[in-house]
């Protein structure tokens, strides 16, 4: 029943290989080959052997092992004349022994594929690349460990606030991850500038921040160069949106809404006192009879609006106007007390 399945399985496999243009070899050499981590071998159709730095090539590749155990292989060999043939193989060791080794013919210039991996003791990935021409070939070859194959994930427990008009973010290290030194960061507040670049520290303070703007923020981190690794962006992490007090915005409406016509306002009046002021002072309605005896006794200015008191800046900004011009608020005023009577 078992080898039933097992064959059933191993035919879907060859045959959805095989339409991907997917051949698996087992190339048992090639996790035995002696090669360093992070060093390119260079083989030639004329049998010379050279070794490179990834910085020797215009061509760029990377593979990274996701937390899932997903392994991403990219490239990008857009400088090679167009007419290379370009395959690819990429072998998963366990230390020296193969695991699995599929080897992808004719792929695109700038591509991707992906595998996926169990977690494995002793990881090894040995990327090839062969171009080839009709008369010639070349085959890049290199070889990853765990630590170089490593995306990072986000740094944890990332907040944001605002305290005392500036921006603290706070993070942390995966908790996998023990060794604070080797990392840096980049932090995106999701304003108009661009990411900061942050050394080995696990907060940021941003002096200063902006009272109306609404920070996202979200964080991501990579191995310094004084540790070994991939020097790999990792994935960024969760964003966090920082709203600001409400306080601080309804003071800046109320500021804009009232402050700026009451400066217009107090112009205007400034400029036509007389007239503007017949014209806004709104009738003073009829005061309750308990009231008449006071009213009639009392001095105009101590007593101008019973019934608008709690109302606003708009009367008080009159009563300074009608008290640089006395006599006419006076005269008016006792108009009206006498026509209400
Ligand atoms: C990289 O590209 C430049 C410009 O196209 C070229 O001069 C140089 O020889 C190339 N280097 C390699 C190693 O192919
Ligand atoms: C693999 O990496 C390439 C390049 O970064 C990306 O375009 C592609 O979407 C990745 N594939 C998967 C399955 O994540
Ligand atoms: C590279 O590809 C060419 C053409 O397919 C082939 O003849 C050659 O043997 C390959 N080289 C290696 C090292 O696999
Ligand atoms: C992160 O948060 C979790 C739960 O809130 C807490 O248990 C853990 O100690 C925190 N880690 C660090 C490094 O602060
Ligand atoms: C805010 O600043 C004042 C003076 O600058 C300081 O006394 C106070 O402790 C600060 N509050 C917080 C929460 O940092």
């Given at each position: 029943?078992?080898?039933?399945?097992?064959?059933?399985?191993?035919?879907?496999?060859?045959?959805?290989?095989?339409?991907?243009?997917?051949?698996?070899?087992?190339?048992?050499?090639?996790?035995?080959?002696?090669?360093?981590?992070?060093?390119?071998?260079?083989?030639?159709?004329?049998?010379?052997?050279?070794?490179?730095?990834?910085?020797?090539?215009?061509?760029?590749?990377?593979?990274l092992l996701y937390p899932t155990y997903l392994?991403?292989?990219?490239?990008?060999?857009?400088?090679?004349?167009?007419?290379?043939?370009?395959?690819?193989?990429?072998?998963?060791?366990?230390?020296?022994?193969?695991?699995?080794?599929?080897?992808?013919?004719?792929?695109?210039?700038?591509?991707?594929?992906?595998?996926?991996?169990?977690q494995?003791n002793?990881l090894?990935?040995?990327?090839?690349?062969?171009?080839?021409?009709?008369?010639?070939?070349?085959?890049?070859?290199?070889?990853?460990?765990s630590q170089?194959l490593e995306f990072l994930p986000p740094p944890t427990n990332v907040s944001a606030?605002?305290?005392?008009?500036?921006?603290?973010v706070k993070w942390a290290l995966p908790h996998d991850q023990s060794h604070p030194m080797c990392f840096e960061y980049q932090l995106?507040?999701?304003?108009?500038?661009?990411?900061?670049?942050l050394?080995a520290q696990l907060s940021?303070?941003?002096?200063?921040?902006?009272?109306?703007?609404?920070?996202?923020v979200r964080i991501r981190m990579r191995r310094n160069?004084?540790c070994i690794g991939s020097?790999q962006w990792g994935e960024w992490s969760p964003?966090v949106?920082?709203?600001?007090?409400?306080?601080?915005?309804?003071?800046?409406?109320?500021?804009?809404?009232?402050?700026?016509?009451?400066?217009?306002?107090?112009?205007?009046?400034?400029?036509?006192?007389?007239?503007?002021?017949?014209?806004?002072?709104?009738?003073?309605?009829?005061?309750?009879?308990?009231?008449?005896?006071?009213?009639?006794?009392?001095?105009?200015?101590?007593?101008?609006?019973?019934?608008?008191?709690?109302?606003?800046?708009?009367?008080?900004?009159?009563?300074?106007?009608?008290?640089?011009?006395?006599?006419?608020?006076?005269?008016?005023?006792?108009?009206?007390?006498?026509?209400?009577?």
């Amino acid at each position: 029943m078992l080898c039933l399945v097992n064959l059933i399985c191993w035919t879907i496999f060859l045959v959805l290989g095989a339409s991907h243009g997917v051949t698996e070899e087992n190339n048992q050499d090639v996790c035995q080959e002696e090669q360093y981590i992070d060093e390119l071998s260079v083989k030639s159709s004329t049998g010379q052997e050279v070794l490179l730095e990834m910085k020797d090539i215009n061509e760029t590749f990377i593979c990274l092992l996701y937390p899932t155990y997903l392994l991403n292989c990219s490239w990008s060999f857009l400088t090679e004349e167009e007419d290379t043939q370009l395959s690819v193989t990429i072998s998963i060791c366990d230390g020296n022994t193969p695991v699995q080794s599929p080897s992808y013919s004719s792929v695109e210039r700038v591509g991707s594929r992906t595998l996926t991996q169990q977690q494995l003791n002793n990881l090894q990935v040995v990327l090839q690349f062969n171009m080839s021409w009709p008369d010639k070939w070349k085959v890049y070859s290199y070889k990853y460990d765990s630590q170089m194959l490593e995306f990072l994930p986000p740094p944890t427990n990332v907040s944001a606030t605002v305290t005392n008009g500036s921006l603290v973010v706070k993070w942390a290290l995966p908790h996998d991850q023990s060794h604070p030194m080797c990392f840096e960061y980049q932090l995106d507040l999701g304003d108009q500038e661009a990411p900061r670049h942050l050394g080995a520290q696990l907060s940021y303070t941003e002096l200063s921040a902006d009272p109306t703007h609404t920070y996202r923020v979200r964080i991501r981190m990579r191995r310094n160069s004084g540790c070994i690794g991939s020097a790999q962006w990792g994935e960024w992490s969760p964003t966090v949106t920082v709203e600001q007090p409400c306080r601080l915005n309804i003071l800046l409406m109320v500021t804009l809404s009232f402050g700026i016509p009451m400066i217009l306002l107090a112009v205007l009046l400034l400029m036509r006192q007389q007239r503007l002021s017949t014209l806004l002072f709104p009738p003073i309605p009829r005061p309750p009879s308990k009231y008449m005896h006071f009213l009639e006794k009392s001095d105009t200015f101590s007593f101008p609006y019973p019934a608008l008191p709690s109302k606003t800046e708009e009367e008080i900004t009159k009563v300074e106007v009608a008290e640089e011009n006395p006599e006419t608020f006076k005269s008016m005023n006792m108009t009206r007390t006498h026509s209400n009577l």
